[in-house]
């Protein structure tokens, strides 16, 4: 398991952007990392993905609006997210997907918040 540590999150309008960052404490290298989010009273989901190969899915909420990518070599994971809605307000998390479930333990994750 390794530690993870996300920033970048913070207040923005409605159609605005913010681009999150996660460092991870060791190599990541050829393992899948996650972008989720858990809004106040909801659970925890799954908006992107990125595998070792740098394959990138989406949850349909966020296709077209939020890019994953990668950074092997500095062990950096970031989201870009564009065209925010009010509906993506919540505490951004990263962590590593193994077997399809998060594997390390949580960070403190990032909030962002949407204003309509």
């Known amino acids: 398991q390794v530690q993870l540590m996300e920033s970048g999150g913070g207040f923005v309008q409605a159609g605005g952007s913010l681009k999150l960052s996660c460092a991870v404490s060791?190599?990541?290298?050829?393992?899948?990392m996650g972008w989720y989010r858990q809004a106040p009273g909801a659970r925890r989901e799954l908006v992107a993905q990125i595998s070792g190969g740098a394959t990138a899915n989406y949850h349909d909420s966020v296709k077209g609006r939020f890019t994953v990518s990668r950074d092997d070599e500095k062990n950096m994971v970031y989201l870009q997210m564009n065209s925010l809605k009010p509906e993506d307000t919540a505490v951004y998390y990263c962590?590593?997907?193994?077997?399809?479930?998060?594997?390390?333990?949580w960070g403190g994750g990032t909030q962002v918040i949407v204003s309509s």
């Open positions: 060791g190599s990541m290298s050829g393992i899948s």
């Open positions: 962590n590593q997907i193994v077997a399809g479930i998060p594997y390390s333990f």
